[in-house]
């Protein structure tokens, strides 16, 4: 089946550092990926969508400036937080949807990366 | 954009017994409704999900309906057993975006 690939699972970064987040789409291709971030305990929020080769869309009250997502092949999306506060700590987790002639017609998530900033 | 509630937000049950999760969408235009498990600290995973064309879906255990005229559609686990414990998720779409809703943890009793 399709296998979303996501890395790091776990960073610890100093507040003002920027950290990026790398999401694969190993065994198909991904034309669209998602952003979501996720609070303890809380639902998945989807941050942004991920066009390759376009610029992301942005969900309101996500700031752009801030969350830079690049998605430069159809592998490939990556999220990078810049300039992390302690407040942008949280999980982050990736998910990609196969094209349209794939069997599954559902999204498959990564493993998600647990950002620390301290 | 959609809106997706969902209730309860806790859920304790004896095993054996059945869990029923309710999820209410804004948005007539959404037209697939999947559901996700979460274990702690891994990747939701889908375990079923539904159609707006279709009122029902099995798969052994698991069930979800869908009303479309009320929007709003519910998970059924029946025969609960100590593993379906976990985060349960569901999600509206319209195309490509998924919209989620509270979570729902379900605590199964042995």
């Known amino acids: 089946g399709a296998v979303v690939s996501q890395h790091p699972s776990r960073v610890i970064c100093k507040s003002g550092t920027s950290v990026k987040i790398e999401c694969r789409s190993l065994d198909f291709q991904a034309t669209t990926m998602f952003w979501y971030r996720q609070f303890p305990k809380k639902s998945l929020m989807l941050m942004a969508t991920s066009n390759e080769g376009s610029k992301a869309t942005y969900e309101q009250g996500v700031e752009k400036d801030k969350f830079l997502i690049n998605h430069a092949s159809l592998t490939l999306s990556t999220l990078t937080v810049t300039s992390a506060h302690p407040e942008d700590s949280s999980f982050y987790i990736c998910?990609?949807?196969?094209?349209?002639?794939?069997?599954?017609?559902?999204?498959?998530f990564g493993s998600g990366t647990r950002l620390t900033v301290v | 954009g959609e809106n997706v509630e969902q209730h309860p937000s806790t859920l304790s049950v004896q095993e054996g017994d059945s869990a029923v999760i309710k999820c209410t969408y804004s948005?007539?235009?959404?037209?697939?409704f999947p559901w996700y498990k979460q274990e702690l600290g891994k990747r939701p995973q889908l375990i079923i999900d539904?159609?707006?064309?279709?009122g029902e879906k099995k798969d052994q255990r698991i069930a979800v309906t869908l009303n479309k005229t009320a929007k709003h559609f519910s998970l059924h686990i029946t025969e609960t057993q100590p593993e379906d414990s976990a985060v349960y998720f569901c999600a509206a779409s319209m195309g490509n975006q998924f919209y989620f809703g509270t979570g729902t943890s379900l605590t199964v009793i042995p």
């Open positions: 998910s990609a949807r196969a094209r349209p002639t794939e069997r599954t017609y559902g999204y498959t």
């Open positions: 539904i159609r707006s064309n279709v």
């Open positions: 948005d007539s235009a959404s037209n697939y």
